[in-house]
């Protein structure tokens, strides 16, 4: 089993709609999640953190589910800008370590 | 924010060559930075870790002795991908975080591109 993994899509969407990915991973120890996007040919950039309770920043929002070890990244109302591949990161080892393990990512294109 | 600065961001050359590549931690102190390699639609995958002062830890499959990895200060890290041949062609990242547990931040990468 993939330590993380996701969907690759591509999930195409009109503006507008709402999106929703998944992401799973596999050692239940993990202690820090995040979701990152990377734009074509770009490094990744911090998208938001995953915490516990769940949390939201404007459109997006981040939902973490550790008895099913999931993690959801929600988009409303979809602009243009959000095309990208949506990377689900794990830091795989706990609290001590800095190491993080990337999914392969989800691929999303908003269409106008 | 935490700044990560990672140079030069595009090589092309003959193979052969050997490439050196630095990431920088430009506000905060990195005891371990990452350098990952990315292939054309592929995901990022982990090289190897980069430790202060002490010997990097390679992920199986990367050869050590191709990519030379120092981390010489508590802020720099080099890759030395040497002998570089056409294989190697590939877009590096490096990254860093001054807090474990914390988001990883990373250089803009390097796409080096071998002839």
């Known amino acids: 089993r993939k330590e993380v993994e996701q969907d690759p899509g591509p999930f195409n969407v009109p503006e507008g709609a709402t999106v929703a990915f998944n992401c799973t991973y596999s050692?239940?120890?993990?202690?820090?999640f995040f979701w990152y996007r990377q734009d074509c040919r770009k490094e990744p950039k911090l998208l938001m953190s995953v915490y516990s309770s769940g949390n939201e920043d404007g459109r997006f929002t981040a939902q973490l589910n550790r008895a099913s070890q999931y993690i959801s990244l929600l988009i409303r109302d979809s602009k243009l800008s959000d095309s990208a591949t949506y990377l689900c990161?794990?830091?795989?080892?706990?609290?001590?370590?800095?190491?993080?393990?990337f999914g392969k990512g989800t691929k999303l294109s908003v269409i106008p | 924010g935490a700044v990560v600065s990672q140079h030069p961001s595009r090589v092309i050359c003959k193979s052969g060559t050997s490439v050196k590549i630095e990431c920088r931690s430009l506000d905060f102190q990195a005891t371990t930075m990452f350098w990952y390699r990315q292939f054309p639609k592929q995901s990022l995958m982990l090289m190897a870790t980069s430790n202060e002062g002490s010997k990097a830890t390679y992920e199986q499959g990367v050869e050590k002795d191709k990519f030379l990895i120092n981390h010489a200060s508590l802020t720099l890290s080099t890759l030395t991908v040497t002998s570089a041949h056409p294989e190697d062609s590939s877009f590096y990242i490096c990254s860093a975080t001054p807090h474990s547990g914390q988001p990883q931040h990373f250089g803009d990468g390097t796409r080096l591109s071998i002839l």
């Open positions: 990161v794990v830091n795989h080892s706990g609290a001590g370590s800095y190491q993080l393990t």
């Open positions: 050692n239940s120890a993990s202690q820090s």
